[in-house]
């Protein structure tokens, strides 16, 4: 299957600071990424939707603001965690829609945040 | 919009015994059914998925059944064994219109006992 590699795996920053994560589809082109957040124990929660050459659309509750996103190629879309809180410490995952034959969306490793 | 409903949150069976998860979907124009395993810490992998055209998809001991009328499918694991523990989630989008847009379950606690 299609390949989806997410970076980086897991990152601990400070409060206050920015940390950027990158998903990048290795062998296939994406025009459409997705962000997921997930809470331990708890499901994913769609964040936003990655347009290439466009602005992304994000789910109702989201600031757009404090997560930026941007997809400039097809093959690499990058979420950025601005002025990180400890709240925002989560797992991000991302996904392609890689259109493949059997419809299946492919994830990313995902990344760890931990906010100090 | 969509709203993925998932039952039991967790479900503890004997290795051997099947094991039967039920998701409900609101969206009546969903007509793509996935369901992921996740492993702590790792990426969901798509283990078998169902579109509104069929009613029953199987592939070895994983089965789906979907009933569109209902608006909800289910997840069947026959002859379980303890790698078979992990979480499970459900998912439905409307493949067409929105790409690959999937809304989640809450997920399922399986743990499967030597």
């Known amino acids: 299957g299609a390949v989806v590699s997410q970076h980086p795996s897991w990152v601990i920053c400070k409060s206050g600071t920015s940390v950027k994560i990158e998903c990048r589809s290795l062998?296939?082109?994406?025009?459409?990424m997705f962000w997921y957040r997930q809470f331990p124990k708890q499901s994913l929660m769609l964040m936003a939707t990655?347009?290439?050459?466009?602005?992304?659309?994000?789910e109702q509750g989201v600031e757009k603001d404090k997560f930026l996103i941007n997809h400039a190629s097809l093959t690499l879309s990058t979420l950025t965690v601005t002025s990180a809180h400890p709240e925002d410490s989560s797992f991000y995952i991302c996904?392609?829609?890689?259109?493949?034959?059997?419809?299946?969306?492919?994830f990313g490793e995902g990344s760890r945040l931990t906010v100090l | 919009g969509e709203n993925v409903e998932q039952h039991p949150s967790t479900l503890s069976v004997q290795e051997g015994d099947s094991a039967v998860i039920k998701c409900t979907y609101s969206?009546?124009?969903?007509?793509?059914f996935p369901w992921y395993k996740q492993e702590l810490g790792k990426r969901p992998q798509l283990i078998i998925d169902?579109?509104?055209?069929?009613g029953e998809k199987k592939d070895q001991r994983i089965a789906v059944t979907l009933n569109k009328t209902a608006k909800h499918f289910s997840l069947h694991i026959t002859e379980t064994q303890p790698e078979d523990s992990a979480v499970y989630f459900c998912?439905?989008?409307?493949?067409?219109?929105?790409?690959?847009?999937?809304?989640f379950g809450e997920g399922t606690q399986l743990t499967v006992n030597p």
């Open positions: 996904s392609a829609d890689g259109r493949s034959n059997t419809g299946e969306l492919f």
């Open positions: 062998d296939f082109q994406a025009t459409t």
């Open positions: 990655s347009n290439e050459g466009s602005k992304a659309t994000y």
């Open positions: 969206d009546s124009a969903s007509n793509y």
């Open positions: 169902i579109r509104s055209n069929v």
């Open positions: 998912a439905a989008s409307r493949e067409e219109t929105s790409g690959s847009r999937l809304t």
